[in-house]
């Protein structure tokens, strides 16, 4: 009970509040928060339980910190940002799964259980009997029993599962889905462990340290081919197979299309069709921090890391020794009259910190100051028909041609009044003639042409755009 989180969890003082604020922010399959959105949402909810007269005086940061610390949480990097992200503990989700449990108690004994049950008993005892004779006799009555059912079904004699007795299994099923979270937390820590004791040996004197640097160094994946590494192997090969895959999203599929599938719950619907995808994800996941944990692994061994560790050990240790032996003569918090520099500052908040940026001091090339000159109107006015569409000079130039005719179209402009900012000047026309005249059908087109800056005449096929009134 001091030892396990998960009792630590039931047994808090605010149990009830830990429990529902931890499920309700991370308590979905394979949920991850950043550390400053869990932050944010559980002050959120500080405040309303507040407002119930519930004593909660500190901070989210500081429950959080805690409940961190209690073994509740799990605190990450990650490679995406630059921040941190929590996620439940293997321990946190075996006790909200404990509380889910008593909250919605499912029946003490089911036929689907029992069936369940009963057939993994009856194959583990045809797999693990020694006498060939017998497994065969029993691989006979089930090839009997299927044949018996198949003659059943062509009879019409055997009705499919359905109703009351179908929900029933499928939720029993879904109850063994919800381990699997735990199952991938465990399976995560017991890397994170294997990883750890792998470099305590390395800084261990002895022949242990000796067999781990020459597996290293012979290019051994310790982690990989340890009885964890390879149970979880095959476990990803089974759950990538492409084949299983396929037939089990099919299986999925056609179940929720029965009629007894309208009476799960929604939540129950997504669990079931997200089953095979949330393992999939998980397993790459676990994946990644295998291959993360042995590339870790070998480049600290062969950058020689571990050697300095070694003589930091040593020295922790002989002054560990050398206290030890100074208790019973000096308290703790006596005076020794050394000063130590510190080899850090102490800094309570992060926005106190400021990059230093050598190229700050550094001036580089001599300033150079310019007079400030008249600017000439006329190279503005370059500039800006250089850079914008002169508008003006287009309406001008269609209410010129539209004196005295009824209508004309981008080409007759063009033809009347000749561009004089290039394939801008026909690109203007077009626009306004899209917003204040017609536009043809798509197969009726004319033949527009301009010259470019370089002074090379070119020429577009574009749809019939006609202006039919002056422009204001």
Same mark, same amino acid.
């Given at each position: 009970?001091?030892?396990?989180?998960?009792?630590?969890?039931?047994?808090?003082?605010?149990?009830?509040?830990?429990?529902?604020?931890?499920?309700?922010?991370?308590?979905?399959?394979?949920?991850?928060?950043?550390?400053?959105?869990?932050?944010?949402?559980?002050?959120?909810?500080?405040?309303?339980?507040?407002?119930?007269?519930?004593?909660?005086?500190?901070?989210?940061?500081?429950?959080?910190?805690?409940?961190?610390?209690?073994?509740?949480?799990?605190?990450?990097?990650?490679?995406?940002?630059?921040?941190?992200?929590?996620?439940?503990?293997?321990?946190?989700?075996?006790?909200?799964?404990?509380?889910?449990?008593?909250?919605?108690?499912?029946?003490?004994?089911?036929?689907?259980?029992?069936?369940?049950?009963?057939?993994?008993?009856?194959?583990?005892?045809?797999?693990?009997?020694?006498?060939?004779?017998?497994?065969?006799?029993?691989?006979?009555?089930?090839?009997?029993?299927? $044949?018996? &059912?198949?003659?059943?079904? %062509? /009879?019409?004699?055997?009705?499919?599962? *359905? +109703? @009351? !007795?179908?929900?029933? =299994?499928?939720?029993?099923?879904?109850?063994?889905?919800?381990?699997?979270?735990?199952?991938?937390?465990?399976?995560?820590?017991?890397?994170?462990?294997?990883?750890?004791?792998?470099?305590?040996?390395?800084?261990?004197?002895?022949?242990?340290?000796?067999?781990?640097?020459?597996?290293?160094?012979?290019?051994?994946?310790?982690?990989?081919?340890?009885?964890?590494?390879?149970?979880?192997?095959?476990?990803?090969?089974?759950?990538?197979?492409?084949?299983?895959?396929?037939?089990?999203?099919? $299986?999925? &599929?056609?179940?929720?299309? %029965? /009629?007894?599938?309208?009476?799960?719950? *929604? +939540? @129950? !619907?997504?669990?079931? =069709?997200?089953?095979?995808?949330?393992?999939?994800?998980?397993?790459?996941?676990?994946?990644?921090?295998?291959?993360?944990?042995?590339?870790?692994?070998?480049?600290?061994?062969?950058?020689?890391?571990?050697?300095?560790?070694?003589?930091?050990?040593?020295?922790?240790?002989?002054?560990?020794?050398?206290?030890?032996?100074?208790?019973?003569?000096?308290?703790?918090?006596?005076?020794?009259?050394?000063?130590?520099?510190?080899?850090?500052?102490?800094?309570?908040?992060?926005?106190?910190?400021?990059?230093?940026?050598?190229?700050?001091?550094?001036?580089?090339?001599?300033?150079?100051?310019?007079?400030?000159?008249?600017?000439?109107?006329?190279?503005?006015?370059?500039?800006?028909?250089?850079?914008?569409?002169?508008?003006?000079?287009?309406?001008?130039?269609?209410?010129?041609?539209?004196?005295?005719?009824?209508?004309?179209?981008?080409?007759?402009?063009?033809?009347?009044?000749?561009?004089?900012?290039?394939?801008?000047?026909?690109?203007?026309?077009?626009?306004?003639?899209?917003?204040?005249?017609?536009?043809?059908?798509?197969?009726?087109?004319?033949?527009?042409?301009?010259?470019?800056?370089?002074?090379?005449?070119?020429?577009?096929?574009?749809?019939?755009?006609?202006?039919?009134?002056?422009?204001?």
């Amino acid at each position: 009970m001091d030892e396990d989180a998960a009792w630590r969890l039931l047994r808090a003082d605010n149990a009830p509040i830990v429990a529902a604020l931890l499920a309700e922010h991370l308590g979905a399959q394979s949920t991850r928060m950043d550390a400053d959105e869990l932050y944010e949402r559980i002050d959120a909810d500080l405040d309303e339980l507040r407002s119930h007269r519930i004593d909660l005086a500190r901070t989210a940061r500081a429950y959080v910190t805690d409940w961190r610390n209690a073994g509740f949480l799990v605190r990450r990097t990650t490679e995406e940002s630059r921040g941190e992200t929590y996620e439940l503990s293997s321990a946190g989700l075996a006790a909200l799964r404990f509380i889910d449990a008593r909250e919605a108690p499912r029946r003490s004994l089911t036929e689907s259980r029992l069936a369940s049950l009963s057939a993994q008993v009856r194959q583990l005892a045809i797999d693990t009997d020694p006498e060939s004779a017998r497994r065969l006799a029993r691989l006979e009555e089930e090839r009997a029993a299927i $044949d018996a &059912r198949i003659a059943a079904i %062509r /009879e019409g004699s055997d009705n499919a599962l *359905a +109703g @009351e !007795r179908a929900v029933e =299994r499928v939720r029993d099923l879904l109850a063994q889905a919800a381990e699997v979270p735990d199952d991938f937390a465990r399976v995560r820590a017991e890397f994170e462990a294997l990883n750890g004791m792998l470099r305590a040996r390395i800084l261990e004197a002895g022949q242990e340290q000796r067999e781990v640097l020459d597996d290293v160094f012979r290019g051994v994946d310790l982690i990989a081919d340890s009885d964890a590494g390879r149970s979880f192997a095959a476990f990803t090969a089974l759950v990538l197979d492409p084949a299983l895959g396929t037939a089990f999203e099919d $299986d999925v &599929r056609q179940i929720l299309e %029965r /009629e007894y599938a309208r009476e799960l719950a *929604a +939540g @129950e !619907r997504r669990a079931l =069709r997200d089953f095979l995808p949330t393992l999939q994800d998980r397993s790459a996941e676990i994946h990644a921090v295998i291959t993360q944990f042995a590339r870790g692994l070998r480049r600290y061994v062969r950058s020689q890391d571990y050697q300095r560790d070694r003589v930091l050990r040593s020295l922790i240790q002989d002054a560990m020794i050398a206290a030890r032996a100074a208790a019973p003569e000096m308290r703790p918090y006596d005076r020794l009259g050394v000063e130590l520099d510190l080899t850090t500052v102490p800094v309570r908040s992060v926005g106190a910190l400021a990059l230093h940026d050598p190229a700050e001091r550094d001036a580089g090339a001599e300033v150079v100051s310019h007079e400030g000159a008249e600017a000439d109107l006329e190279e503005l006015r370059a500039l800006a028909r250089a850079t914008e569409i002169d508008f003006d000079e287009l309406t001008a130039n269609v209410n010129a041609v539209l004196d005295g005719r009824d209508g004309a179209s981008v080409a007759d402009v063009l033809v009347a009044r000749p561009p004089t900012q290039g394939v801008a000047s026909v690109v203007g026309l077009i626009a306004l003639a899209a917003m204040h005249g017609t536009v043809a059908d798509p197969g009726l087109t004319e033949h527009v042409a301009w010259d470019g800056a370089d002074g090379i005449r070119r020429s577009a096929t574009v749809r019939v755009h006609t202006f039919t009134r002056r422009l204001e």
